[in-house]
């Protein structure tokens, strides 16, 4: 195993500062800054307070309590809220009363294309009425749905409606590093570009995707580098997978549990990333200890910042005899979906 050390930065104005973010920033204007909102709180509190975030669906006063199970052919593949499944009940040709807690689709639905074409029927009604809000941010994606990532699917249904249903979303994200030969990391940021749907103008790990139906791992692990970051193929071959990180939250838009597969890029400390797709803005290659004070703040997207403390764990860049709250970080890390 690589030995991995953080290096001791001069602090100047409150911000760790070193050579590596003046040279390899590709951008001083937008540049990561450290926020100072949170300064009464330490950064083991506010790392925990995010974790508690992202996992806020399994905590007291959720809507946990008050959602019905979304079944396929007798299996849970979800979860519906309340107001959800009154809407669904106006087509009982496609989803059957709340009954035993569970809302099912009608018994005849017994394909994977009857089913998803049916479910992709009313959520297109849903959409053009404009009563639910996520609906606006269709993106003719395809996600596959399943009880377990290593079940068949059942059947498709579009990316910005997963939500509404609670169904399992998965994805693939890349920690890409450098260690110099003082054995000292550096990790390749993204800034999203400010056009996103979701968190735009954040920062994110170097790439980063969902899983979209039919498509393998590697795959979109090949594919989201080299669109994102222009990775090319043979470099991008070298990511080591590294797990899983998985969580489950709630916001107004629905019930999200997700998995993301997680992989490790080193790369040479003369490798540049450059934008791609225009999905990033941004690159910045900063040191660990930055990326570490970063991801505890709200400049980063926060199943990514979940992603980079994962890193730290693994790498021992945080250590169980000098954080208080490793366990729970663990934990918070890695839930059953």
């Not at 760790?16 to 100072?36: D, I, K, Y």
């Amino acid at each position: 195993m690589r030995s991995f050390s953080i290096k001791s930065e001069g602090k100047k104005g409150g911000h760790a500062q070193s050579e590596l973010l003046s040279v390899c920033c590709f951008c001083a204007v937008g540049a990561p800054q450290l926020q100072t909102d949170m300064a009464a709180a330490s950064w083991s509190e506010r790392v925990l307070h995010l974790l508690n975030r992202m996992n806020n669906f399994h905590s007291a006063g959720s809507c946990r309590a008050s959602c019905f199970r979304f079944e396929v052919d007798g299996a849970q593949v979800g979860w519906i809220r309340p107001h959800v499944a009154s809407l669904l009940s106006r087509f009982p040709q496609v989803f059957t009363c709340p009954r035993g807690g569970a809302v099912s689709l009608c018994e005849g639905l017994d394909s994977y294309e009857g089913r998803s074409e049916a479910v992709h029927a009313v959520l297109l009604d849903l959409r053009r009425e404009g009563s639910l809000t996520v609906l606006r941010g269709w993106r003719d994606e395809k996600y596959s749905v399943m009880p377990r990532f290593s079940d068949p699917p059942v059947m498709w249904m579009e990316r910005a409606a997963t939500s509404l249903f609670g169904v399992k979303r998965y994805g693939v994200h890349v920690n890409a590093y450098t260690v110099s030969d003082g054995g000292e990391v550096s990790m390749w940021l993204a800034r999203r570009s400010s056009t996103k749907q979701t968190y735009p103008g954040l920062l994110d790990n170097m790439a980063a995707g969902g899983l979209a139906a039919g498509v393998g791992i590697k795959h979109t692990l090949l594919k989201e580098c080299q669109e994102e970051a222009c990775v090319p193929e043979d470099t991008a071959m070298t990511a080591r997978p590294a797990g899983t990180v998985s969580y489950t939250y709630e916001d107004e838009d629905g019930v999200f549990p997700e998995s993301q597969f997680v992989f490790d890029l080193e790369v040479p400390v003369g490798f540049r990333p450059s934008i791609g797709d225009g999905e990033v803005q941004d690159f910045y290659l900063l040191p660990i200890e930055e990326v570490k004070e970063l991801l505890a703040t709200e400049d980063f997207k926060p199943n990514s910042a979940m992603v980079a403390l994962d890193f730290l764990l693994r790498h021992a860049l945080v250590e169980p005899d000098s954080e208080p709250y490793y366990q729970e970080f663990v934990a918070g890390l890695h839930q059953t979906l």
